[in-house]
């Protein structure tokens, strides 16, 4: 099979998942739907902390990085998804991919590392409330936030550039809904399996640290609940932490598929339905997990809201 270089002519076609459903119309509404709902509902509570000066603590600067994140991880997917679709045209271009690739990674990365970070905060709020302000303070959690991007994008950068040095065959097809690793591997024409042992050696190294340390987190969290005299005090901390594990289970357990698991138990029907639920079904659904058990986001969002009201409403 002939080679083909990434001069600036080449480029990929990206085949995914709306080209081989069966009700191909019907699924993109749905997609339409849920890349709105996370605009809105992400937008909303990135918001909400911006604004409402009662939820500029730790906890929420985090959550407010998490919806930036999600945010941007389903517009770096879902747009280019959909006018590919309307305008029946799936071209991507070399350096496209290779930027695409980039960005999911580094989203992808950095999500990871918050949600330990995420899970380390409830830990000390929790467990050690009286040196939350010490254990979490403004510095520490911007150092924080600063190191899951710092770490995620130096990791998909040598990422993206190791892929996108093989040589890649004729048949440019990319049968998934984006740029990735494991669909892109397909198409080397190249011995890819020192590559792809690296990229399960690093998959592992840096999923499974922060879910470990996550899971020790959560326990230690229970222990503590459990021994609550106050029942209100219980349900609250039950409440909020079963809302961040619901969003661990749904992130770790995609991530895992694609970077964990065996090339030789994927089928590429799978990993699009996975990539649908990762880049557009958890970015919608994170925020609604978050804020709709939450009294104080909800009570900073009917405070917002009620402040433009009033500002919208015509004076006489």
């Not at 960005?103 to 409830?122: N, P, V």
């Not at 987190?217 to 961040?244: D, F, W």
């Not at 919608?284 to 969002?301: F, Q, T």
Request: net charge neutral; with cysteine; glycine share 4%.
């Amino acid at each position: 099979m002939e080679h083909w270089n990434s001069t600036l002519g080449s480029g990929f076609m990206l085949m995914g998942i709306l080209k081989d459903s069966e009700s191909p119309e019907l699924l993109c509404a749905l997609i339409t739907i849920l890349y709105t709902l996370a605009l809105i509902s992400n937008g909303l509570l990135l918001l909400v902390i911006t604004v409402d000066a009662r939820l500029h603590v730790p906890m929420y600067l985090l959550l407010g990085q998490l919806s930036l994140m999600d945010l941007l991880f389903t517009s770096v997917v879902t747009p280019k998804a959909l006018a590919d679709f309307l305008r029946s045209e799936n071209t991507i271009s070399f350096g496209g991919c290779a930027l695409q690739m980039f960005l999911a990674l580094t989203l992808g990365g950095a999500e990871d590392l918050l949600l330990a970070f995420m899970a380390y905060d409830r830990y000390v709020a929790i467990c050690h409330p009286l040196n939350y302000m010490v254990l979490m303070s403004t510095r520490v959690c911007w150092l924080m936030v600063a190191t899951s991007w710092t770490l995620a994008s130096l990791s998909a950068f040598v990422y993206t550039m190791y892929t996108m040095h093989y040589p890649f065959c004729k048949a440019r097809t990319i049968r998934h809904l984006l740029c990735e690793i494991p669909p892109l591997l397909k198409l080397a024409c190249a011995d890819t399996s020192s590559y792809e042992l690296m990229v399960y050696v690093m998959g592992v190294t840096f999923l499974i640290p922060p879910l470990a340390a996550i899971l020790a987190s959560y326990t230690l969290i229970l222990c503590t609940v459990l021994r609550m005299p106050s029942n209100e005090g219980r349900q609250k901390a039950l409440v909020t932490c079963s809302s961040h594990l619901t969003v661990v289970g749904m992130f770790y357990g995609a991530a895992t598929f694609m970077y964990v698991l065996p090339s030789s138990l994927h089928s590429t029907k799978q990993d699009n339905i996975i990539s649908v639920f990762y880049t557009i079904v958890t970015p919608a659904l994170n925020p609604l997990i978050y804020s709709l058990r939450n009294k104080e986001v909800m009570g900073a969002l009917r405070r917002v809201m009620g402040k433009y009201m009033l500002r919208t409403q015509p004076t006489f």
